[in-house]
């Protein structure tokens, strides 16, 4: 079993949709969680970090559910701009990042 | 801002030769990362430096070693190219391990390609 495991997708979702992605992680004994996003040809960048309280950043919700090992990231009214790739990563020790789902927003 | 930068963009090095990666960062980060990130696979760890001279190995080691003489600057040694290691290579810079609100921050990545 990998240590962080992500849909790769595709998702391709019409503008204004509202989008889900999960992300299982294997070390019940990780501290901090994060979504980076990453846009083609370029380098990953920190989206949200995840808190166990759960958090939101305008139209992105991220949670967390220890019991179950995973977190989440929900995308409201989906913009084209949004089209990238949504990189969950786990730190226990180290960080380790999932392979990305693909996420593509259509007019 | 905080800026992660390396030496090339694009690479292009043939079966045998010796390839070095260079990566700099300018805010006093303590740890650096190198990656390397294929479809499907996702990125994954090579080698991370927590201080000068101080290294430790990640998940894929082999055929890599690494250099941290200075602060700022990390290096990655391909001591004999090989084709399996064409890939897209990402050095990333972190302020504090073990901390729920700090971000790595990464540079624009090395395409390598190994003829």
């Known amino acids: 079993r990998k240590e962080v495991e992500q849909d790769p997708g595709p998702f391709n979702v019409p503008e204004g949709a509202t989008v889900a992605f999960n992300c299982t992680y294997s070390?019940?004994?990780?501290?901090?969680f994060f979504w980076y996003r990453q846009d083609c040809r370029k380098e990953p960048k920190l989206l949200m970090s995840?808190?166990?309280s759960g958090n939101e950043d305008g139209r992105f919700t991220a949670q967390l559910n220890r019991a179950s090992q995973y977190i989440s990231l929900l995308i409201r009214d989906s913009k084209l701009s949004d089209s990238a790739t949504y990189l969950c990563?786990?730190?226990?020790?180290?960080?380790?990042f999932g392979q990305g789902t693909e996420l593509s927003v259509k007019p | 801002d905080v800026k992660v930068t390396q030496s090339s963009r694009y690479l292009v090095k043939r079966t045998g030769e010796k390839v070095f990666l260079e990566c700099v960062q300018d805010?006093?980060?303590?740890?650096m990362f190198w990656y390397r990130q294929d479809p499907g696979l996702g990125l994954r760890l090579i080698y991370f430096?927590?201080?000068?001279?101080?290294?430790e190995k990640g998940d894929i080691p082999e055929g890599y070693s690494v250099s941290r003489e200075k602060k700022e600057r990390f290096s990655l040694i391909l001591e004999s190219a090989s084709t399996n290691q064409t890939s897209m290579y990402l050095c990333?810079?972190?302020?504090?391990?073990?901390?729920?609100?700090?971000?790595?921050?990464f540079g624009p990545g090395t395409r390598l390609t190994v003829l």
């Open positions: 990563v786990v730190q226990g020790g180290k960080l380790i």
């Open positions: 070390n019940s004994a990780s501290q901090s």
């Open positions: 995840v808190y166990s």
């Open positions: 805010m006093d980060h303590e740890n």
């Open positions: 430096s927590y201080d000068v001279k101080m290294k």
């Open positions: 990333a810079s972190l302020e504090h391990l073990y901390s729920s609100y700090n971000e790595q921050f």
